[in-house]
């Protein structure tokens, strides 16, 4: 998943491997020692499994929040507006958080303890997370009794076959494809050939592919064991679209939704307004509350202007909280340091990892050693420093976080960890020996204040190695439909991917499968080697997840080294603030930050 602005909500990494290596940058400002000593905990925690939950796991009410009570208004305060709306095309981590109140599954995530630390993947819509008896070539699902649509109308078998069909229609072209791949049998874009209109011209998917026997019935038939498949149903893209009220590509702006909350209105790059959907039962949701009343979202809150407010603590903003925002970095070491401030904070290690694609669609951009020229050159320090420090980021070395089994923190082809701030010298004799010394290097940017910061930052110094750059600003709000979009005109763009589940095989073949290239797709780079493309389709049919885990990291280092596609720059930590009058503030680690499930006003 992309991390919002940010592009993700899968990102639902729960394998760790290792110790997290700070670096020289810039601090943040608290303790390296306790930094480090808490970023080893947070691994070793992560490293452990999640459990498929039976059907007593999967049966609800969700445990009570301690000292939980229910009424009252709860401001979010949003960086970002919302794209989609439209479970099908969400894969992005804003949209995601905002999933977690609106939209329901057959399958998601839920946390079995109070500190956001301990999880299992239960039954949501269904009774539990799933049942294979041939080694996951076959999953059965039987839906629960007394789920329905905010409308009213009852969850049945037709919608759930009517959510996967519309997965193959040309519209939906922002959202995950795991389970599209798996029940085609193919990998890259090649599955929408097994139904290219989705259900809107009277096809569907054969008994053979999906089973609906019956109103509560849905079985899933793969030419291959896909053992995974509960974590993937789990994902925001795979929740439910109802039948009855798909209005195609209009739905992403009304969604008839399933969660303990409705939309009662959204004025997009404005405000939200969520109320409770009374058609949502408890006694059906293992995972979800409804404590507060109503939601009251207001959007273009930078990280600064979200933080003053909160910091504050006056008037509404008592009642304040963000899904996303993060504490900026003018504030993170005060707030880190304030002992008054610690009840109202959270804190924690994301999954996700950034990197500045190089789009190898454009033909300046082919020449490797131009490539290499870029890599060397670009300084990662401006781009912690406009975050926080290392209280907000680690330097990166590859593409899989620490986070994630197979994780060498030993990789660092281009020396970023010990020159963070870039190697224009070596770059320079590179572009030079390349004949392209001068050459036009367009950068798109998130225009954000911190997009504002690192982008000109890294700018200079693309320019001492001899780069003519382009800064070109990109609305954050749409910011991965634009860079996602195969004839635009970026040379280099920024953007931050988090495992979907505990495997790096939700980060490489997702971001670097050339036959994935496609408007809307992962592939940002626009990569398509064939030693890449080969070597997925091997590494995906390795069983043992340790084998196959050190599989990924080989293939991570070549990618990085020897195609030189992508930069890699930092591996993200989130920390985040609520007002005073906020209940149940913590920080989940298959989220990646705030649980908005358990929020209520004191």
Excluded at 18 to 31: H, I, M, N, P
Excluded at 97 to 122: C, F, N, P
Excluded at 395 to 421: C, E, M, N, Q
Excluded at 516 to 535: F, H, L, M, R, T
Aim: charge should be positive; hydrophobic fraction near 35%.
């Amino acid at each position: 998943m992309s991390r919002g602005g940010r592009h993700v909500y899968a990102a639902l990494s729960v394998l760790a491997a290792g110790a997290l290596v700070l670096t020289g940058c810039s601090k943040g400002g608290s303790d390296a020692s306790d930094n480090n000593k808490q970023d080893k905990e947070n691994a070793a925690r992560q490293q452990k499994s999640i459990k498929f939950g039976d059907t007593a796991d999967s049966t609800g009410p969700a445990a009570a929040v301690a000292g939980a009570k229910s009424g009252g208004t709860m401001e979010v305060l949003q960086r970002d507006s919302f794209a989609h709306l439209d479970p099908g095309q969400i894969y992005v981590s804003d949209e995601m958080a905002l999933s977690q109140l609106i939209h329901r599954g057959l399958t998601g995530y839920k946390a079995t303890s109070t500190d956001g630390k301990s999880h299992e993947v239960v039954g949501d819509l269904a009774t539990d997370s799933g049942t294979t008896t041939d080694g996951g070539k076959t999953w059965k699902y039987t839906l629960k009794d007394g789920i329905k649509f905010q409308d009213g109308t009852p969850i049945t078998s037709k919608d759930i076959r009517q959510t996967v069909e519309r997965l193959f229609a040309p519209f939906i072209n922002q959202g995950p494809s795991y389970l599209q791949q798996w029940l085609a049998n193919t990998s890259g874009a090649d599955y929408r050939k097994l139904l290219p209109d989705g259900p809107y011209k009277g096809k569907h998917l054969p008994s053979s592919v999906l089973e609906t026997p019956d109103a509560k019935t849905i079985i899933f038939h793969f030419k291959t064991p896909h053992s995974d498949l509960p974590y993937a149903l789990a994902m925001a893209g795979y929740s439910v679209v109802s039948a009855k009220g798909d209005t195609q590509a209009k739905y992403d702006k009304t969604p008839v939704v399933t969660g303990p909350y409705k939309i009662q209105s959204f004025k997009s790059g404005k405000s939200m307004v969520l109320v409770k959907n009374t058609n949502w039962d408890p006694k059906t949701d293992p995972i979800r509350h409804q404590y507060v009343d109503q939601f009251n979202f207001t959007f273009n809150q930078q990280f600064e202007t979200s933080t003053k407010a909160l910091l504050a603590d006056s008037g509404a903003d008592q009642t304040g909280v963000s899904l996303s925002n993060q504490v900026d970095a003018g504030n993170l070491s005060s707030v880190l340091k304030d002992p008054k401030m610690k009840s109202r904070t959270i804190s924690g290690y994301q999954p996700y990892v950034g990197q500045m694609n190089i789009n190898m669609s454009h033909p300046a951009m082919k020449d490797k050693t131009v490539r290499e020229a870029i890599a060397y050159a670009l300084p990662i320090t401006p781009f912690v420093r406009a975050f926080g420090g290392t209280d907000a980021m680690e330097v990166a070395g590859g593409l899989i976080s620490p986070t994630v089994s197979g994780y060498d923190p030993t990789f660092d082809p281009f020396g970023k960890k010990k020159k963070p701030a870039g190697d224009p010298v070596k770059a320079k004799a590179l572009l030079k020996k390349a004949g392209k010394l001068g050459m036009k290097l367009t950068f798109g940017y998130t225009n954000t204040p911190e997009g504002q910061q690192y982008s000109t930052a890294m700018a200079a110094g693309l320019k001492k190695a001899g780069f003519n750059v382009q800064r070109q600003e990109i609305p954050a709000e749409t910011y991965y439909d634009q860079v996602s979009k195969l004839d635009n005109n970026y040379d280099i763009f920024h953007t931050a991917w988090g495992a979907d589940w505990p495997s790096a095989s939700t980060v490489i073949p997702p971001l670097y499968d050339g036959r994935v290239i496609a408007d809307g797709a992962q592939n940002y780079s626009q990569i398509n080697d064939p030693k890449v493309n080969s070597e997925i389709d091997r590494i995906n049919k390795i069983t043992d997840p340790v084998k196959a885990a050190a599989e990924w990291e080989k293939l991570d280092q070549y990618i990085v080294k020897d195609v030189v596609n992508v930069v890699p720059t930092a591996y993200y930590k989130q920390t985040q603030i609520a007002g005073s009058k906020v209940g149940g503030l913590v920080y989940d680690d298959v989220i990646g930050g705030v649980d908005p499930r358990r929020l209520f006003v004191k």
